[in-house]
């Protein structure tokens, strides 16, 4: 099964279970994230909290990038259950 595949979540209990795990890490990331933005935002409005806010977009970036991170090795560690002898070759081509 290729990675990516929207099958890949329901090929066995313990495929869907590694899916829901990763999507619910997923989602408190994107809450994370988002929250992290606002709260920034909101603190650009007043000088003396610039530097924090900052930090706080910053922080949030880390966060937004580790949604992909996380939607790849969901997938690489569903593909592996499959067949762990083919997920090294998936990458050789």
Do not use: C, Q
Not at 4 to 31: G, L, M, Q
């Amino acid at each position: 099964m290729p990675i990516f595949h929207p099958d890949n979540r329901s090929r066995s209990p313990r495929h869907a279970e590694i899916w829901a795990a990763y999507e619910i890490a997923y989602t408190v990331v994107d809450f994370t994230a988002a929250a992290l933005f606002v709260v920034g935002s909101a603190l650009f409005f007043f000088a003396s909290t610039t530097y924090a806010a900052t930090w706080l977009f910053l922080i949030g970036s880390v966060f937004f990038g580790l949604k992909p991170t996380l939607r790849l090795i969901r997938e690489l560690k569903l593909v592996a259950l499959g067949r762990p002898d083919k997920v090294a070759d998936m990458f050789d081509s």
